[in-house]
C-alpha cells in the first residue's frame, strides 16, 4: 500500500499527490507522462479520516 504525504499548497488548501503510473492507467497522461487537457476531481468527506475522489467529466455552468 502507498502511501501519500499531505502537503500545503498554498495559504488556504493542502494537497495529495496522484502517483504517475495511476494517472497513465486512467488514460490522463499523454506519451510523454504529462496531462492530457484538465480534469477535475469531485472529493467527498465520506467518514472519519476517509475520502472518495470522482473524476468529473463534464462540468455545468
Known sequence: MALNKIR????N???I???KD???IEGL???NGEL???HHLHIRHV???EWTL???EEIEA
Open 8 to 11: 500545503r499548497l498554498d495559504r
Open 54 to 56: 470522482e473524476r468529473v
Open 29 to 31: 497522461l499523454d506519451e
Open 22 to 24: 495511476d494517472l497513465r
Open 47 to 49: 467518514d472519519d479520516g
Open 36 to 38: 492530457r487537457d484538465e
Open 17 to 19: 499527490t496522484l502517483p
Open 13 to 15: 488548501s493542502y494537497g
